[in-house]
């Protein structure tokens, strides 16, 4: 009889090594394993990968690399908007997910699969960004979750493991760490407690520098085009390189507390220097260059745009309007940020812009003005004020 074929998201993490070996032994299906690489992991640790996966038991393993993708549909307007999920987490792996789901199925698709599955919990967001797209894009392929329909623990996959004589650093399996280009989240048993964090070893990058240094970004219509004054075309290797400069600084990290899609609170632990950084230099070039209400209406958007992001809500064809808006509300978002980094931090320094707002003639704020006169600015006032001084004197009028 013809085996089922499935093709199984692999990231090489503790709920997918599980589901390969679980699924090939306890269920007798051929195992395809694909990852879907959004610029997070080197050619060695992708072979790495592939070596488990086959290890394991896959019949085939497939690397799609969509990291170009996930900049061009996903991480610019992430920078555009200026987005961080609850003020703090810059949606590193809520991104990620819907073009990840998006590359395996298509790739189901191809090889003919019958099954796609993946390793996510009945208890976090990944299920629902997995679900929701592959239905979406093939609802004729059957979805397949081990870990989600038989509520395992970590513990009991590390033992199954171990039963099936699978040898790894188990050690290292007990948190679980998504990489990719817009960042690291790192999960383990000090996220699941509201008052402890993640140990120094838990994240990926350790503090190399201590003295303090200069970074320069370059953005031109909002998008990065150089680095420390050197010119560079390929936006991904613009982020990558800024990564590698404030990752020596172990800036970045941080725990994220939100409110999941399935209606639950959720924390994770990540590290996203590079993220943090360019947006924050982002929104500082944008203050000097757009007009108040441009930033308070990119605010509002911004804001929907994460939401709808990290709730599995790619494919709403409003986020298509929110990123026109977002696209022509670039267009004079150009100059240099200054940033000065230390340890664990950075401080904004200033910019240098053709498009500086501040540059003008009219005036200096707190100083001098040019543009009006002392007589102006009393009559204006005096007229801004009648609304409210209607206000009070009716509320002053009724209380006699």
């Keep these: 009889m013809e085996k089922k074929k499935v093709v199984l998201a692999f990231s090489g993490g503790l709920d997918t090594s599980f589901a390969v070996k679980y699924l090939t032994e306890d269920c007798g299906y051929e195992v395809y394993t694909a990852i879907a690489n959004t610029g997070g992991f080197s050619p060695e640790e ?47 792996v809520s991104s990620e997910r819907t073009f990840q789901a998006i590359a395996i199925i298509e790739y189901a698709k191809k090889i003919g699969a019958h099954c796609v599955a993946h390793g996510s919990t009945s208890a976090g967001n990944d299920q629902v960004r997995f679900d929701l797209t592959f239905q979406i894009l093939a609802p004729e392929i059957e979805i397949i979750t081990p870990t989600r329909d038989m509520n395992l623990t970590r513990e009991y996959e590390i033992d199954y493991l171990k039963k099936h004589g699978f040898e790894a650093d188990f050690k290292k399996l007990e948190y679980s760490i998504n990489k990719g280009l817009w960042g690291t989240s790192v999960g383990g048993k000090e996220t699941l407690n509201s008052a402890t964090t993640l140990p120094e070893e838990a994240y990926p990058t350790q503090l190399t520098k201590t003295e303090p240094e200069e970074l320069t970004i370059d953005f031109e219509k ?96 409003v986020m298509r309007d929110i990123e026109a808006y977002l696209d022509e509300s670039q267009r004079n978002v150009t100059g240099r940020v200054i940033i000065k980094l230390r340890p664990y931090s950075y401080v904004l320094v200033g910019v240098e812009s053709d498009y500086d707002l501040m540059k003008t003639s009219f005036g200096e704020y707190g100083e001098l003005s040019r543009a009006w006169t002392a007589d102006d600015v009393k009559g204006f006032t005096k007229i801004m004020g009648n609304q409210m001084k209607i206000y009070h004197d009716v509320q002053n009028r009724n209380k006699k």
């Design 46 to 92: 992708l072979k790495k990968i592939e070596e488990r996966a086959l290890a394991l038991g896959a019949k085939e393993h497939a690397t799609l690399d969509i990291t170009q993708e996930y900049y061009d549909k996903s991480i610019k307007y992430m920078i555009f908007g200026n987005i961080l999920r609850g003020g703090t987490y810059p949606i590193s």
């Design 222 to 317: 909002g998008e990065i085009v150089a680095v420390n004054g050197v010119r560079m075309d390929d936006k991904v290797k613009a982020i990558q390189k800024i990564e590698e400069i404030v990752g020596t600084f172990a800036i970045g990290r941080d725990m994220h507390v939100g409110d999941t899609i399935i209606g639950i609170k959720g924390r994770v632990g990540f590290e996203a220097g590079a993220p943090l950084v360019i947006i924050a230099a982002h929104k500082l070039l944008e203050k000097h260059t757009l007009t108040k209400w441009q930033q308070y209406w990119k605010e509002q958007l911004g804001n929907w745009y994460g939401m709808f992001l990290h709730e599995a809500e790619y494919l709403e064809p």
